[in-house]
Structure formats: C-alpha cells, structure tokens
C-alpha cells in the first residue's frame, strides 16, 4: 500500500475496531426513530400518493444516520489526534495535502455507508424494501458521505478541543439535519418555512436519496444533484487548501 492507503486502513481501522460504538449505536438510535414516529404518526400524516409514513421514514433515517456519521468521523479523528498528540507521527510523512484528503475523507465515505446500509437492514422489518431508482439512490449516499467527511475534515482542523467540535456539532449539524425533512415532506410546510426549506442543502441531500426510493421527490434530482455536487467541490476546494497550508497542525 501506498502512502494514503494506509492512512486510509488506518482511519477505517480506527471505528472499525469501536463499531459497536460507531455503527451499532447510531443503528439503535435510527430504530429507535422510526419505532416512535412511525407508530405516532401513521395514518395521520399524508406524504407521497401511495407511500406510507414509515416507509416515507426509512430513507430519511438512513441518510440522516449516514450524513451525522461521516461527519464524526473526521472530524472526532482529527480533534483526538491533536490532543493525544499522535498527529505529529502523520505529519512526519511524506504524505501530499491530497494523500490526507482522500484517508480522511474516504474513511468518513466507508463509516457513513455502513451505517446507512445498517439502519436500512434493521429498517426492513417494518417496511418492505423498495427502489424505485437505486443509482440516484447510491449516488446521493456516496455525494453526501463525501461531502459530510469533507465538512468533518473542515471542522477538525479548526476545532482544538472537544468543546468546540461538540459545538460545531450540536448547533450546526444536528439541527441541519432535523431540519432537512428527514420526518416531514416540506410541502406540508407554510410557504415561507419551505422557502427557508430551500436554502438548507441537507434538505436536497435527503430529498435526491428519497427520490432513489420512491421516484417522487419535493423538487427535481437533478437540481439537487447539482446544489450537492457544487457544495461538495467548493468544500472540498476549501478543505484541499487548508491542509495545503498546514492550517493549525503545522504551527
């Protein structure tokens, strides 16, 4: 293996020796999810024609639990590297700011999709698999973990201590996420809450992954697509050039 593959084996290796912790925990807590709205709310909530609520639940709980997972493991990695102080044994190699970026990012990509693969299969006991377009399905999960690893790897490089990721966290990426339409199809909203809707871009995350699953969406997969694919390079275009710098684990 090369440089970047064996940070890559190493940062997979890192949940993957935890994953009851990294992949179970966030599984139960989907389950968990779905057992309590879709109990509550079924029958009493219209979405798509034909697609009940618990159904309607599934694809949302997977891509929530994938996106919030990607983005905990960069960003966890690199905030424990710098106050265990093990980073430095990375920065001795000659690894390329590139090298880190795809370990880093593709690790986030691998935990994120075993956790949405996990929720999916523990999700088929209360409603019957259905696909109605599994490529868009598989391109939105894959754009989204990379994107959600790539805002994790942004986060841990500026985050010091655990307080602040824990922050960044909390007052940014979980209400994002909730806020997405994850449990709700936003055009039962107010006009005015579905045009805030519309500037939140978790909300085309979860809503291309959803049309993966039942062909019908709140907007169009293709202006998603795009909205995903442009964030996802203009992130990316940031995270590149602040590992290029060395910006706050070579000073």
Same mark, same amino acid.
């Given at each position: 293996? &090369? #440089?970047?593959? @064996?940070?890559?084996?190493?940062?997979?290796? *890192?949940?993957?020796?935890?994953?009851?912790?990294?992949?179970?925990?966030?599984?139960?807590?989907?389950?968990?999810?779905?057992?309590?709205?879709?109990?509550?709310?079924?029958? *009493?909530?219209?979405?798509?024609?034909?697609?009940?609520?618990?159904?309607?639940?599934?694809?949302?709980?997977?891509?929530?639990s994938l996106l919030q997972n990607a983005f905990a493991n960069s960003s966890s990695s690199l905030v424990q590297s710098k106050i265990m102080g093990s980073l430095v044994f990375v920065l001795l190699t000659p690894?390329?700011?590139? #090298?880190?970026?795809?370990?880093?990012?593709?690790?986030?990509?691998?935990?994120?999709?075993?956790?949405?693969?996990?929720?999916?299969?523990?999700?088929?006991?209360?409603?019957?698999?259905?696909?109605?377009?599994?490529?868009?399905?598989?391109?939105?999960?894959?754009?989204?973990?990379?994107?959600? #690893?790539?805002?994790?790897?942004?986060? #841990?490089?500026?985050?010091?201590?655990?307080?602040?990721?824990?922050?960044?966290?909390?007052?940014?990426?979980?209400?994002? @996420?909730?806020?997405?339409?994850?449990?709700?199809?936003?055009?039962?909203?107010?006009?005015?809450?579905?045009?805030?809707?519309?500037? &939140?871009?978790?909300?085309?995350?979860?809503?291309?992954?959803?049309?993966?699953?039942?062909?019908?969406?709140? @907007?169009?997969?293709?202006?998603?697509?795009?909205?995903?694919?442009?964030?996802?390079?203009?992130?990316?275009?940031?995270?590149?050039?602040?590992?290029?710098?060395?910006?706050?684990? *070579? &000073?």
């Amino acid at each position: 293996m &090369n #440089g970047w593959q @064996t940070l890559f084996y190493k940062e997979v290796l *890192r949940f993957w020796k935890v994953s009851f912790q990294t992949i179970a925990a966030p599984v139960l807590t989907a389950v968990l999810y779905l057992l309590i709205f879709g109990h509550v709310l079924q029958g *009493r909530v219209t979405v798509f024609n034909d697609v009940s609520y618990t159904a309607f639940l599934v694809p949302g709980l997977v891509m929530m639990s994938l996106l919030q997972n990607a983005f905990a493991n960069s960003s966890s990695s690199l905030v424990q590297s710098k106050i265990m102080g093990s980073l430095v044994f990375v920065l001795l190699t000659p690894l390329s700011h590139w #090298g880190w970026f795809f370990a880093f990012v593709g690790a986030a990509v691998v935990r994120g999709l075993a956790v949405g693969v996990g929720v999916y299969v523990v999700t088929l006991f209360f409603a019957p698999p259905h696909f109605a377009s599994l490529p868009w399905a598989l391109l939105f999960a894959v754009l989204g973990a990379a994107l959600m #690893g790539t805002l994790g790897l942004i986060a #841990g490089l500026w985050a010091d201590k655990f307080d602040q990721m824990a922050a960044f966290q909390n007052f940014v990426i979980v209400p994002m @996420t909730f806020l997405s339409g994850v449990f709700y199809s936003i055009q039962s909203l107010p006009p005015f809450w579905q045009k805030v809707s519309h500037l &939140n871009p978790f909300f085309y995350m979860i809503d291309g992954f959803r049309y993966g699953f039942f062909g019908q969406s709140d @907007t169009s997969p293709w202006l998603s697509l795009g909205i995903v694919g442009v964030a996802w390079l203009l992130v990316s275009a940031l995270a590149v050039h602040l590992l290029r710098t060395g910006y706050k684990i *070579r &000073n």
